[in-house]
């Protein structure tokens, strides 16, 4: 029997642990529905350890008592404190391998002792070795510190045959590198890297916080330095929108009793449309096309003699990304294999080569066509109507929904015609028209009222498509059978049955975060009831009505239902201590 050796991505926002059984990589659910533990360290008022989701939701209200991103702050001689006592960043990463290491051996049953860990190709050495140190702090024998990268490439081209050259470019929640790989069976080699260890979608995030902030000193007169709970409350509500942002064309931005000014209470509410938050982050982007071609140069080669471009890291999800990546490069970036899991996937691989088992190959559900729809657009340096638009591009996993805003042409427009094609032409009319509809009675309004569109495929193949007028809610629809039934049933049958596998959390995922979330959730209580005295009749009504429902989140055994009640009790009590 070989032995245990488990692959970590230890990841500036996430982390993640994998193991090869069974002949497949199997990524272990860190909680219910979830493979992704935040990277996240916190202690409670009683000193008690919190990792994860628990440690996150702490962070709104105690931001004082948690560390974020500490990824950013491997290799430097400091000391951070946190919770009354100062930690190294390696004893702190310890705490989030640690986490990992007893999700594992909770998973498997036993002990729990060597690991892959993987790093930024773009790490020092010293970096590197901090990471080694980390893991020895966890009580964990880091066989070996391997490439980002490396292990993405691991991940999407393992078992495959023949020579090819890959651009891996990885875009995490802190850290950025972009990567060169020369693959060849079994043997991944990195030409060469170039990166930014401070850049990552932790700066999106800053974007769209400096953008609410600056909503707040307009519309509410708010001056000064705001809250550490403040802007804690609006750091987690500016990286929902960001995610949201991924998938839908406007996000909107709620915070109730964020702060207090002049006396009175200042609710958060503003939209953000995705154009908008692209324009604030096009400079980022921008630096990360310039290190590509850099590293390009470092390895000798022209974009022309790429074959592939991998996204790596949840930050690649940024619809811009993919699509000024493919105006650069010529390339449509794969994407299928889930790029918050797929670092982890390649470190099991690799730690599966080491402990001698036969290298798998990871396998995913995805569409096999492009769908889309018909605008008018530029063809070839001319406006041309049928301009085809993707919505959800081949090769994406499934189940899949994607929306986008489109615009009416002409001043009182009441009808927009809305057909839906599957192909890869820029003309819509060479691609396959699989369904059509109208969506009539649109208000009055001047060219521009936008027309948010979505396309939402599930694993049987049903396509689902409709368009809404933003303004008023008019909706209408259209369902499309077998929208991919030409991907043979027999395959399809297969992949299914594999991702299911892949995928299915173990019975025991439970009980991982659920004890941390738990004493976090009592202590809250424990907080409310202490302020039930001095409160108002109306805020003491409030209190028992939050105590009572945070009680019943404890009783149960939902942990989304109790984080729900922890953020409102959260909220509440940061009102009234303001």
Request: glycine share 8%; net charge negative.
């Amino acid at each position: 029997m070989s032995e245990i050796i488990v692959g970590i991505d230890l990841g500036t926002t996430n982390s993640e642990v994998a193991m090869v059984r069974g002949g497949r990589v199997d990524v272990i659910p860190v909680g219910i529905d979830t493979f992704i533990l935040p990277s996240v360290v916190g202690f409670t008022e009683d000193g008690t350890l919190l990792v994860g989701e628990p440690a996150k939701n702490q962070h709104a209200l105690h931001p004082e008592r948690t560390v974020r991103s500490i990824k950013r702050r491997m290799g430097e001689d400091v000391r951070l404190t946190v919770g009354g006592h100062e930690y190294t960043p390696q004893e702190i990463s310890s705490m989030i391998l640690r986490q990992l290491k007893g999700i594992a051996e909770r998973e498997l049953g036993e002990s729990v002792s060597k690991a892959v860990i993987t790093v930024p190709a773009f790490f020092s050495d010293a970096q590197r070795q901090a990471t080694r140190e980390a893991g020895a702090i966890a009580g964990l024998d880091v066989v070996r510190i391997i490439n980002e990268p490396t292990a993405a490439a691991l991940a999407y081209e393992s078992g495959r045959e023949g020579a090819h050259k890959v651009l891996v470019y990885d875009l995490g929640g802190g850290t950025f590198d972009v990567s060169v790989v020369n693959l060849e069976k079994d043997v991944v080699e990195v030409l060469s890297s170039h990166g930014n260890n401070h850049l990552g979608g932790d700066d999106f995030d800053a974007k769209i916080v400096e953008h609410v902030v600056a909503h707040l000193r307009e519309a509410s007169g708010v001056e000064g330095e705001l809250a550490p709970a403040a802007q804690a409350r609006i750091r987690r509500a500016a990286e929902a929108a960001k995610i949201h942002l991924s998938d839908a064309p406007y996000a909107t931005i709620m915070e109730e009793y964020l702060l207090e000014h002049r006396g009175e209470p200042v609710h958060l509410n503003l939209e953000l449309s995705r154009d908008d938050y692209e324009a604030m982050i096009e400079p980022y982007i921008a630096e990360t096309l310039e290190a590509a071609h850099t590293a390009l140069e470092g390895a000798g080669l022209t974009v022309s003699d790429l074959d592939e471009v991998l996204l790596v890291g949840g930050a690649t999800r940024t619809p811009l990304v993919a699509r000024r990546l493919e105006e650069e490069l010529g390339l449509q970036p794969r994407g299928e294999v889930d790029p918050d899991l797929c670092v982890a996937m390649g470190a099991a691989i690799q730690a599966g080569i080491i402990a001698g088992m036969e290298t798998p190959t990871v396998l995913v559900d995805v569409t096999p066509y492009t769908f889309g729809t018909s605008a008018l657009g530029f063809l070839e340096g001319m406006e041309y109507p049928y301009c085809y638009v993707p919505l959800i591009r081949k090769n994406t996993p499934i189940p899949v929904s994607k929306s986008e805003v489109f615009y009416t042409t002409h001043d009182g427009q009441q009808r927009v015609d809305v057909t839906v094609h599957q192909g890869e032409d820029p003309d819509a009319l060479n691609n396959i028209e699989i369904g059509r509809f109208s969506i009539e009675g649109l208000r009055d309004a001047p060219r521009g009222n936008p027309i948010v569109t979505t396309f939402s495929l599930d694993l049987n193949g049903i396509l689902h498509v409709s368009s809404k007028e933003k303004a008023t809610g008019l909706e209408y629809s259209v369902t499309i059978d077998n929208a991919i039934a030409r991907f043979e049933e027999a395959e399809m049958e297969t992949a299914r049955q594999r991702v299911e596998a892949l995928f299915a959390p173990g019975d025991d995922s439970a009980a991982t975060a659920a004890p941390r979330q738990r004493v976090e959730a009592k202590a809250l209580v424990e907080k409310a009831e202490r302020l039930l005295e001095g409160a108002s009749p109306d805020d003491r009504e409030d209190l028992v009505d939050r105590i009572e429902a945070l009680n019943d989140a404890l009783a149960g055994d939902d942990d989304g239902a109790l984080g729900e009640a922890m953020d409102a009790m959260a909220d509440l009590i940061y009102y009234l201590e303001s």
